[in-house]
C-alpha cells in the first residue's frame, strides 16, 4: 500500500514538471508575442507619421505646380 502511494506521488510529480515545462514554454511565447506585438505598433506609428508628412509633401508640391502653372499661362496670355 505505502509502495503504491509513493509511486502515485512519483506519477504525481512527474505530471506536475511536464505540465510546468508546458506553462513555462507557453509564457515565453507569449512574452516574444507581447514583445513583437510592442515592435509592430511603434512601427505603425512611424509609418503613420511618415504618411503625414509625405501628404504634406504632395501638397506642397502640388500647391508649388499650381502656382507655376498659373504664372506661366499668365505669361503667355500677355505675349
Known amino acids: 500500500m505505502e509502495t503504491d502511494i509513493k509511486k502515485l506521488w512519483v506519477a504525481l510529480d512527474e505530471r506536475i514538471k511536464k505540465v510546468d515545462d508546458r506553462v513555462k514554454r507557453v509564457d515565453d511565447k507569449v512574452d516574444g508575442v507581447d514583445i513583437h506585438a510592442a515592435q509592430m ?39
Open 41 to 79: 505598433a511603434s512601427r505603425i506609428d512611424e509609418l503613420e507619421k511618415e504618411r503625414e508628412a509625405l501628404r504634406d509633401d504632395v501638397s506642397y508640391l502640388q500647391s508649388q505646380s499650381m502656382i507655376n502653372n498659373h504664372q506661366c499661362s499668365g505669361r503667355q496670355r500677355f505675349k
